[in-house]
């Protein structure tokens, strides 16, 4: 079993800025790329930024230069600095991680539980 699990969202004003953090835990072998994904509603989930094992990256484009993704391998932690907030980042923020579990050999999407982000005009 791998669990990931979200941390640090919240209620801010738009301008301001939050720090998310996820932490992959369990029978893992290798996590290849993390991601942070989002939804609001009425919306589909939409990928926000994402970071492979070797430290590329890729943003969604009305992210960049505003939010900033990180991962620490040894911990099995993704982060996410989101600076700048507007309103419309509001939505609920899930992270996923491609496992390789304990044993085996391929590589499974997995997603935490979502952490709720919440942007005030």
């Known amino acids: 079993q791998v669990q990931l699990v979200e941390s640090g969202g919240g209620l801010v004003q738009a301008g301001g800025s939050l720090g998310l953090s996820c932490v992959a835990s369990?029978?893992?072998?290798?996590?290849?790329?993390m991601g942070w994904y989002r939804q609001a509603p009425g919306k589909q989930r939409e990928l926000v930024a994402a970071i492979t094992s070797g430290g590329n990256t890729n943003y969604a484009d009305s992210v960049k230069g505003r939010f900033t993704i990180s991962r620490d391998n040894a911990k099995n932690t993704v982060y996410l600095q989101m600076n700048s907030l507007k309103p419309e980042d509001t939505a609920v923020y899930y992270c996923?991680?491609?496992?390789?579990?304990?044993?085996?050999?391929?590589?499974?999407?997995?997603w935490g539980q979502g952490t709720q982000v919440t942007v005030s005009s």
């Open positions: 996923n991680a491609d496992v390789r579990h304990s044993g085996g050999i391929h590589y499974y999407a997995r």
């Open positions: 369990g029978s893992i072998f290798a996590i290849n790329t």
